[in-house]
């Protein structure tokens, strides 16, 4: 679906102080001008509807104009690749992708949106900062090319009603990293017991298509201790023996259920909605899936609603917290956009907090808001009579996070357009390559994508 439509931008004549609490918005002082901007789609129709709420109020408040596109983000990814390409930008644009803006930003495409970011840099949390902050080969120098906007942890969520269908508890499931995994096996194999023929245990997004199968191999990357494959000085560590090991074991994770009937055979032709469908047709008992797209798809059906678990991320084997991989959305200001000054006010306006809350609010709260104060001061966050954004919620603001690796080293942002490790698990899966091979493979990708993205140390 796709829209056009007339807004605002906002200008204050006073500085504001990062993290003041905003009685008003930014006040234009220039005459109205017209700015151009591409939004994605949202997964929920009160996503789109929220969004066109917070541009009508820059309208009402400032004579400005912002006229709107919203797209799927599937063909907003061509549609901004295409603009960079031909030069036909817009002034504004909503990154559809984690890699759109690491690799821009290193060809020096993007303008430096630090300024924007200032306003509110105190509240937001580090990994949004860490996301947003990347590396300019013209310049030779790290700044923000991105406003984040959106949080997304990646949670795991399982049917409650399957899992006691096949006669169990939810207090059986267990709390650390591979016992929890395992223990959707026995799980199907009792449902087919029964005579669902067609369940399967896992969602796993085991395809070469679109960005979560790349999310799914680092959350699994880091459960196995290999969080640390790219640094934030911007290296690599594929001669690292734990990071090896790391990369073997979540590839082994990964692959050996699909070789023994626990994921669906389709799932290699999957792209990033079909675990979505997957789950909620039932197909699936559990999956692992950034933001709660899942969940809120069936908002307004309450008993299925309520009959997801959110789970977050299980502990590490040893106990311990683990880190969660915390995908950052947020918009970029390309350079050639024709109305600069128009496209900065409005994306201070856009992060104000109370703003960029009831903006995401509208949305019922697919995306975390990365500003953790915002979201202690809301009820609607924390809300106990909603436990999927409460674990969603504490898992993306209140707990250890990484950003994805593109947000040290654009090098990871090809590495995942070219799907090196969903190429691997295909090595395993479908030509029987043994995983410690397959891996040796994809580091020898990596080395020489990392090879062509020197980065120079301050």
Known sequence: MSGLSRRSVLRSSLAIA????????????????????????????????????????????????????????????????SAMTSGAVPDVMEVADFEFMPLNAWQDNLIDVTDIVE?????????????????????????????????????????????????????????????????????????????????????????????????????????????????????????????????????T??????????????????????????????????????????????????????????????????????????PIFGAVIPKGAKNQAVATEFLKYVIEPKVLNEYLKGGLGRWAIPMPAMAKSDPFCLDPKDPHRVTYIKETLFSPTLPLYEAFNPAAAEVNTQQVFPLAEFDVMKSGIAPEAAIDKAFKYLEAIYAKYPIQQA
């Open 18 to 81: 990062a993290g003041a609490a905003l009685a008003r918005p930014y006040l234009a002082n220039a005459a109205a001008t017209t700015a151009t901007a591409w939004w994605t789609q949202g997964f929920a129709p009160e996503e789109d509807v929220a969004f066109r709420k917070m541009v009508a109020d820059y309208e009402k408040a400032s004579g400005n104009t912002i006229d709107f596109s919203i797209v799927p983000f599937a063909p907003l990814r061509q549609k901004e690749i």
């Open 119 to 251: 306003t509110q840099k105190s509240q937001y949390i580090d990994t949004a900062l860490h996301a947003s902050y990347c590396y300019n080969n013209a310049t030779k120098k790290r700044s923000f090319y991105g406003v984040p906007m959106k949080a997304a942890a990646i949670p795991f969520r399982y049917w409650r009603s399957l899992v006691e269908k096949a006669g169990y508890k939810e207090a059986d499931v267990p709390k650390t990293w591979d016992a929890f995994l395992d223990f959707f096996k026995p799980v199907q194999d009792k449902l087919r017991a029964q005579g669902m023929r067609s369940i399967y245990a896992y969602g796993y997004q085991l395809t070469a298509t679109g960005v979560d199968p790349n999310i799914t191999f680092e959350g699994f990357m880091i459960a196995y201790g290999g969080g640390g494959l790219v640094t934030p000085d911007g290296k690599l560590h594929t001669d690292d023996p734990a990071v090896k090991e790391a990369a073997v074991k979540a590839l």
């Open 253 to 326: 994770k990964l692959t050996t259920p699909y070789k023994d009937g626990y994921v669906p055979p389709g799932v290699t032709s999957w792209n990033d909605a079909d675990d979505n469908n997957a789950f909620h047709s039932k197909l699936v008992v559990m999956d692992f899936d950034g933001s709660l797209s899942t969940e809120v798809a069936l908002y307004h059906s309450k008993d299925q609603y309520d009959d997801i678990v959110t789970y977050g991320m299980p502990l590490g084997n040893d106990g311990k917290v683990l880190q969660s991989p915390l």
